[in-house]
């Protein structure tokens, strides 16, 4: 059998050359032998919400979270998958570890923006948004891309506001606004 490391290489590149079938097999297949693999299960779990298959992720990022209930990477990954079946409660607690271990926090509060976005809880969204940005800032302050990530981070409610504004909101939250949530979004970015 090969070592871990030999498998994560060949398993993550399955998985980011979209070979996700094979991303699978190689991952199922180590755990038969490296069970207690929390790194394993963490990519295997990366694979299934690649392929869009949310509950098995969340099962699996799960199991990682029993082996080691300390790394923000799991934590995070899972609050994806929990978001994306639409369980806020158990999004937000995973996001919620996660930051209470990580070292960069931006991601984590972008995806909490994001889902408050979602919620229609524009308040909590740009707030969060704007947390995202402030750890970026923070981050990279002393280096060249501080201004890019301070950019990158804003753009995320630009964005959202854009799609409103092209109709590409229904498309991507399944539903339709009410009247109100233009102006709202609006009057939050100005404040």
């Known amino acids: 059998m090969k070592s871990i490391n030999e498998i994560l290489i060949e398993g993550v590149e399955a998985t980011y050359s979209n070979n996700l079938e094979e991303a699978e097999q190689i991952f199922t297949e180590a755990l038969t032998v490296y069970k ?15 392929k869009e298959k949310f509950k098995e992720a969340s099962d699996i990022f799960e199991k990682a979270l029993l082996i080691n209930s300390s790394d923000p990477d ?3 990954d899972a609050g994806l998958a929990y978001q994306e079946l639409g369980n806020t409660e158990k999004a937000l607690n995973c996001y919620n570890k996660a930051l209470e271990n990580a070292e960069d926090k931006s991601l984590i509060y972008n995806n909490i ?12 969204a740009k707030a ?34 854009s799609m409103l504004k092209h109709g590409l909101y229904r ?21």
């Open 128 to 161: 969060c948004f704007k947390k995202s940005s402030f750890r970026e800032q923070q981050l990279y302050k002393r280096t060249a891309e501080s201004g890019i990530s301070k950019y990158l981070s804003r753009c995320n409610f630009i964005i959202i506001c």
């Open 171 to 191: 498309h991507f939250y399944n539903k339709v606004p009410d009247a109100g949530t233009a102006p709202r979004i609006t009057r939050l970015i100005r404040e």
């Open 74 to 76: 799991i934590w995070t």
């Open 36 to 50: 207690d693999s929390h790194i394993i299960l963490y990519n295997l779990g990366i694979v299934f919400l690649k």
């Open 113 to 124: 923006g994001t889902l408050y976005f979602s919620e229609e809880n524009y308040k909590e």
